[in-house]
């Protein structure tokens, strides 16, 4: 796990934390920021990607992982012009007992 805070003075303003998923993709797990401080998500997300761009240079690819269908995820997501979305899917065997 990797991360990165956004501090004013002694307040933390946003957090972010992530994994590798590979050697040239990183997944950006979740993001938090303090309510009140407009551009804080913002702000969080471009200062980590340049961070891990810098101590990544052959890094090629950020996750933004799930936008669970909330509209002011996806738009955040959007705005960010992504190379491409995958849909997520769920599958599971009848036999073990799970309704699916």
Not at 15 to 20: A, H, Q, V, Y
Not at 55 to 66: A, F, G, H, I, Q
Request: some cysteine; overall charge negative.
């Amino acid at each position: 796990m990797e991360g990165l805070l956004l501090m004013e003075k002694d307040n933390i303003l946003a957090m972010t934390m992530g994994s590798f998923l590979s050697a040239d993709t990183f997944d950006v797990q979740f993001e938090k920021a303090a309510e009140g401080y407009d551009g804080a998500y913002a702000v969080i997300n471009r200062e980590f990607a340049r961070h891990l761009h810098d101590k990544y240079p052959n890094l090629k690819w950020l996750n933004r992982e799930d936008d669970l269908g909330l509209d002011g995820l996806r738009q955040a997501k959007l705005s960010y012009y992504p190379d491409r979305l995958i849909e997520k899917s769920w599958a599971c065997l009848k036999e073990d007992g799970y309704e699916c």
